[in-house]
């Protein structure tokens, strides 16, 4: 190098080496020393630079693992993490947690040296692993030989072989030479521990915005929260080699701390080096330790991404106990330590100085998980209870879903039922029948669409919102990536994979192209993803239910064309909905009114105008319905009979009418039915369907396929008190027509779902109003009878 050449910068502080040559062979640590004070990086030299002291900060953890105490609940103070490390030496757990809000609490440590271990975290994680073994060499072990595996037995064969080699020189009155002392070095640390070391970061850390995560972080513990988009397979990760010679048969360890490493080849026993023979080296696979390693990707979510940007994400490594504690679709708080690696190979010549960083996780929490994982809290249990004692809990959810939005009750409903689902079956043979509700709303520009599918996807404790012209059939269902460790081609779940066990709102549903669109037809029957790309033959899951939002082939509904003409989508498609809404927005006086004041009093006030009752918020809401999941209601042998009746009286009126082929029935229609009216079992925190929730569920297919063929949107065309003159006048007509003057509400209620989409609220409220006139009298719970038949309904 010429005199003049001055070397580029280093991209970071340049740090001691400390050499040292144990039985493992040459290797370089990097020690970090704590930065100087202000005074002294400013030019201040009256004062020394503070220094952290690491082996009195040893003994402080020492002491804190031996000593520290906290109360149970029975009030008993008890030795928490003495506990620990002696379930740790009887080989019944391989975690050691450490709280740093312990730590800050304990009156000799203090906030100084919790900071510290926040501030350089991954060096004091060997600090602490050494501060624990040795308080496990205090402990005294129970019989643990039933837990002993292959390093376990290799261990103890490489004591003994230590301990005679030790006896036979003492024997000859050899001294203890240099060579002797390689070969007696103690084993390295990796090799011997069996447990891993956890850092919890303090209560009142908050989580730090991918965004925010800066160079000033590195080597820190900070805390990282997003949506897992992808995850590698778990793969062992070379943590200590083991090496024996061919010649002496002496072993030698190599620890690996970084992702590439150059083996060891030549034997450095003094038997080798006196004889001269040159022993070759060759590697135990089942002596050495391997952790599990994976590979995690998180994005921040869509609430923290500014307008105009795309979202960034940061690369997790997960070794050990932190491995398989995320799935893609997870919405995960991940606490670590920010690392820098610098890139490899042909990447590393091209980016020169630049380098790559990512989190080593020490503790993944995942935050929305899927309906049977959630587990609501003690303080909501109460709170779910109490909703289920009240009798009308099914209108009171509906209506708490976008109270914000005017009107759409019974669509609200049928979202709810959404959440909610029906009960998957397994056939003894492994045929899958669905128990996912799949919806499809369809309608007008600015009938708030898309703002109920947003309202969905916050709500459901696992969604994955979408469009339909930003989406492929790639992007929905799987698409082929290199992994970009090995090389090797893995799969990379779409939207619908993403999410499983969960609800995937599909928005411009309409906008999609025909070929993008049907790939999903096998996700909506079988749920599954099946692929066979790249020479990767697979089945993936796709327990989802999708919620669609279109809007006609025209934009707004043209009424001088066919409702197939408006609609426009294939009838293998549509049959695959249970329910499809078509909502359209016709000028309406005293609706208009209505519409309008709703809207500026939201905007007036940034809530929803007051209801009859308070309105359940949506974590509120997403409590009951996982509280609802766990309920599997059967249909009862009674009801089977009811059920194949009213499906049989729902073909023969499409008999009646060939002309209404969008929502024609099938088998389908009759699984919906079921499957809706397990939903409104579910809700109820009934183990059996009844014949009202049946009732309902046929009740709200008859809606949605009045919708679709141009009749009323929903009841609430009609203002309370008109439901209840239409629902007087249609019972008062049927008791003429039988000619008596009483009537089984069971026998009017098809006409009254059909006719007007009354529900059993409306008739009861009904039959009230004219039994307080004394126009009717109750027979029981399910008759009406007519007072005196000279009155005249008004």
Known sequence: MSPGHKSPPLPFPALPLRFSRPTRGWSARATRTRPASRAARAGDMSGPAEYADYKA??????????????????????????????????????????????????????????????????????????????VLLALRATDFSRHDGAADVMRNLREDKRDRARAERAANGEGDDGAAQVEDDEFPPALTRRYQVV??????????????????????????????????????????????????????????????????????????????????????????????????????????????????????????????????????????????????????????????????????????????????????????????????????????????????????????????????????????????????????????????????????????????????????????????????????????????????????FDKMEDADRTAIHEVMEQQTVSIAKAGITTTLNARTSVLAAANHAWSRYNPSKSVSENINMPAALLSRFDLMWLIRDKPDLARDLALAEHVTYVHRHSSHPPMDFEALDAKTVRAYVCAAKRYSPAVPPELTEHIVDEYVALRQKDALDPSKTECFTSARTLLAILRLAQALARLRFSDKVGEEDVAEARRLMEMSKESVHGGRDEKEGLSAQEMVTRVAEIINEQMIANGGDSIAIADVMPQLISSIGATAADVNRTIDEYTDLGVWMRIGRDSVKLVDPAVDDE
């Open 199 to 508: 850092l919890l970061a303090r209560e009142g850390d908050k989580s730090v915005p991918l965004r925010r995560v800066l160079s000033a972080h590195i080597g820190s513990l900070l805390t990282v929260k997003g949506i897992v988009t992808r995850v590698t397979a778990v793969k062992p990760q070379l943590q200590v080699a083991t090496y024996t010679c061919d010649q002496c048969g002496f072993e030698v360890y190599q620890e690996v701390t970084a992702r590439n490493f150059m083996p060891l080849f030549k034997c450095p026993s003094s038997n080798c080096e006196h004889n001269r023979t040159n022993g070759k080296l060759r590697m135990q696979t089942r002596g050495s330790v391997f952790v599990p390693f994976q590979e995690v990707r998180l994005q921040e979510e869509a609430d923290q991404v500014p307008v105009g940007h795309i979202p960034r994400a940061i690369t997790i490594h997960a070794y050990g106990e932190s491995a398989r504690k995320c799935s893609a679709g997870d919405v995960v708080s991940v606490t670590g330590v920010f690392l820098p690696v610098p890139y490899e190979g042909q990447r590393g010549l091209r980016a020169g100085l630049i380098a790559d960083t990512f989190v080593e996780a020490a503790s993944i929490t995942q935050h929305k998980k899927s309906h049977t994982d959630e587990a609501a809290a003690a303080e909501m249990a109460a709170q779910v209870a109490d909703i289920a004692a009240d009798g009308n809990v099914y209108e009171k959810l509906g209506r708490s879903i976008a109270p914000e939005i005017f009107a759409h009750d019974d669509v609200k409903k049928a979202l709810l039922l959404l959440l909610v689902g029906g009960v998957t079956n397994t056939t003894s043979d492994g045929m899958r029948i669905r128990g996912d509700i799949n919806v499809c709303l369809m309608g007008d520009p600015g009938v708030a669409k898309s703002q109920l599918l947003k309202h969905v996807s916050h709500i459901a404790p696992r969604s994955v919102y979408t469009t339909g012209k930003g989406s492929s059939g790639v992007g929905l269902t799987a698409a082929v990536t290199r992994d970009t460790q090995t090389g090797e081609a893995v799969l990379e779940g779409g939207a619908l994979v993403l999410a499983d066990m969960g609800v995937c709102c599909i928005d411009e």
């Open 57 to 134: 900060d040893e003994d402080v953890l020492y002491d804190f693992f031996r000593e520290y105490r906290e109360e149970n609940d029975d009030m008993m103070e008890t030795f928490k993490y003495a506990e620990l490390l002696q379930k740790v030496k009887n080989r019944a757990s391989r975690v050691v947690e450490v709280d740093l809000d312990d730590i800050n609490d304990w009156e000799r440590a203090g906030p100084e040296l919790c900071e510290r271990i926040r501030t350089n975290a991954r060096r004091y994680v060997d600090i602490i692993s050494r501060a624990i073994d040795r």
